[in-house]
């Protein structure tokens, strides 16, 4: 098989291959035959492929043949057909092993199915016309194959940078790709322009192998001379491969890091949380230092403290931190970190110290003397209450104490009366019920006492201020309107009263009195119901329902002579709401009526 380039080359040259044999069937006569076939076939492993083989002009009959040239250049014989009519009839002689076979259509072309690697072959095409006139023309197939994905095994040790030479760095694999492909490698997403010429700074290795399949593998190993800088880099490779009518491909490897040793340079030294910028750390808290030294891997650490120029070693771990658990006031001073880093260069600041504060407040003790004070005039028992005495640092937030004062103002009971009826005075009666409050304060704290008995113990009032009230609850009498019901308030100091007056309460109305007239009111309006319902029944006759006429009825009407025994309704409704008067005189109401 040619190398790439030279396959590459070739898809430049004229696609159209004339090749014309001029012979003779006589001494003095001439023929002419010609060819035309693609030079170059490209297809994908796998694809099925047709390699055309078209005479040009005009034939009646022709013969035509495929061979297969190998790699020494001898031809072996694969199928054959003459031209019958319209359509070349013929057949496959030899697949030489191949699966699926050859096959030759009605066209003449050599069919391939499921193409592969290894059918990577000049394939000559003979026609023959007549006797002796024949031309031939050669097809190149070229089978293109894209490699799996990409693999990278990086080098899992340390790598040093101290080291002078360039060090294995990774190993990159494309497998069964074809034609073969190229590798390049990237750092931080640049390509490295490494050579393949083995030098101290860095160059790479490849290696080709064909597979069984006829597939090819392709193996690319970096060695680079590391830097420090190298410690968060990012590499990966690249599988660059070929594709039909002139396209690339590009397979990318997952990026790995490094693990590199490199010496310790420079080292950091810090207060945590919660210190200030200043450095003050509050008395009761739990402080941790941090040291941090910029090598690889990460060194010992040896924490110290200086007192009277000597170090007093406080702890040596591998983490860089110490925690000063509720660190006090004595554990203020000079603190240090020392990183203990054999590779590092001579002139290397390996340690760093600091000064730790530690910022307290004792209790505060309230007192006559000097100091902050604060000043109360005209006390009264509103000044009564807690005050709080507080100090802070401002340089250390979170930092204070405080001390409550309770302040406690004596005097004679103060009442207040404004709590005093549900209505106005004057406009009580007799019977109606009240809720009397009676609120005071002093110190000590007050008693109250009520004229009537029914008092509630004392509560502390709603809103505080040292207020406290008691509840009477009672009926209002008239004994009580002229008295009052009164409240005091009493202490060692004194006492306070105050009087609630109800004024005049108007009598309760008599029970008795009530319910007769009540019976009264009804009797009449039944009586007038009925008289107005029996006028209803008598509309339209004359002198019904008046008074004052004595004697007999008027005449023209015949019916007011009777007795009225006709009617015995009437009648008896009228004897019954009159008690009989009507029959035992005259000038009363007629019997109608």
Same mark, same amino acid.
């Given at each position: ?38 030079? %170059? ?24 043949? &495929? ?12 199928? +054959? ?15 030489? !092993? #191949? ?15 499921? *193409? ?27 089978? $293109? ?6 693999? @990278? *095994? ?114 950091? $030294? &810090?207060?945590? /949380? ?7 750390? #509050?008395? !009761? ?29 406080? =702890? ?10 509720? @660190? ?46 604060? +000043?109360? +005039? +005209? ?6 209450? /807690? ?59 007050? =008693?109250?006492? &009520? ?23 009672? =009926? ?20 306070? #009263?105050?009087?609630?007056? $109800? ?9 008795? !009195?009530?319910?007769?007239?009540? @019976?009264?009111? /009804?009797?009449?309006?039944? %009586? ?11 509309? !339209? ?53």
């Amino acid at each position: 098989m040619e190398p790439p380039d030279a396959w590459a080359r070739t898809r430049g040259a004229p696609r159209l291959l004339v090749l014309a044999l001029l012979l003779g069937a006589q001494p003095d006569a001439q023929a002419e035959v010609q060819v035309s076939v693609p030079p %170059l076939v490209e297809v994908m492993r796998g694809e099925s492929v047709a390699l055309n083989c078209t005479p040009l002009g005009v034939h009646d009959y022709f013969m035509l043949e &495929w061979y297969l040239a190998d790699r020494s250049g001898v031809r072996h014989r694969l199928a +054959s057909g003459e031209l019958r009519g319209s359509e070349i009839q013929g057949g496959v002689h030899s697949s030489r !092993g #191949r699966s699926p076979p050859y096959q030759l259509d009605s066209q003449g072309r050599l069919m391939l199915a499921e *193409a592969q690697v290894g059918d990577e072959r000049d394939y000559v095409c003979v026609v023959t016309v007549g006797a002796t006139v024949t031309a031939e023309a050669t097809v190149r197939l070229q089978v $293109f194959a894209k490699p799996e994905a990409t693999e @990278v *095994a990086p080098n899992r040790g340390t790598l040093s940078v101290t080291d002078d030479i360039a060090q294995e760095i990774a190993t990159c694999n494309s497998r069964n790709g074809n034609p073969a492909p190229k590798i390049t490698w990237h750092r931080n997403g640049e390509p490295l322009q490494v050579p393949m010429e083995v030098n101290t700074e860095g160059y790479m290795t490849s290696r080709t192998v064909r597979e069984a399949s006829g597939l090819q593998s392709l193996t690319s190993t970096l060695y680079l001379r590391l830097r420090k800088t190298d410690r968060d880099a990012s590499f990966h490779c690249s599988v660059h491969y070929l594709l039909p009518k002139g396209q690339h491909g590009r397979l990318d490897s997952p990026p790995f890091g490094l693990t590199l040793h490199y010496p310790t340079e420079h080292v950091q $030294f &810090w207060v945590g /949380s919660p210190a200030t910028t200043e450095g003050w750390v #509050r008395e !009761g808290d739990s402080v941790q230092l941090f040291c941090r030294g910029d090598g690889s891997p990460s060194p010992e650490y040896t924490f110290y403290r200086l007192q009277d120029k000597q170090e007093d070693v406080l =702890k040596i771990n591998l983490e860089g931190n110490l925690t000063l658990e509720r @660190v006090q006031r004595g554990q203020s001073g000079i603190y240090g970190c020392r990183v203990e880093d054999y590779d590092a260069e001579e002139d290397a600041e390996l340690s760093q110290t600091l000064e730790l504060r530690v910022a307290y407040l004792d209790p505060l003790e309230l007192s006559n003397g000097d100091g902050p004070t604060l +000043s109360l +005039s +005209s006390v009264t028992f509103d000044s009564a209450g /807690s005050y709080t005495c507080e100090a802070s640092m401002p340089t250390v937030p979170l930092l204070s104490r405080n001390r409550i004062l309770r302040l406690l103002v004596e005097g004679s009971p103060e009442l207040r009366p404004e709590e005093t009826l549900p209505k106005a005075e004057g406009s009580w009666t007799e019977g109606d019920e009240v809720r009397l409050v009676c609120s005071a304060r002093g110190y000590p704290e007050p =008693k109250l006492k &009520w004229s009537q008995a029914g008092g509630h113990p004392a509560e502390p009032a709603p809103g505080g201020q040292g207020w406290v009230s008691s509840s009477l609850t009672l =009926k209002v009498t008239s004994a009580l309107s002229q008295d009052g019901v009164s409240c005091e308030a009493s202490n060692p100091h004194g006492n306070a #009263r105050h009087v609630f007056h $109800f004024g005049p309460v108007a009598p309760q109305t008599s029970q008795a !009195g009530v319910a007769v007239m009540a @019976v009264a009111i /009804s009797v009449g309006l039944l %009586l007038l119901v009925v008289a107005a319902f029996y006028c209803m029944r008598r509309k !339209g006759r004359p002198g019904c329902c008046r008074q004052g006429e004595k004697g007999a009825p008027p005449s023209g009407d015949p019916e007011l002579s009777h007795s009225g025994s006709q009617r015995p309704e009437q009648t008896g409704l009228l004897m019954g709401g009159a008690s009989g008067g009507a029959r035992r005189g005259s000038g009363g109401f007629r019997d109608e009526c």
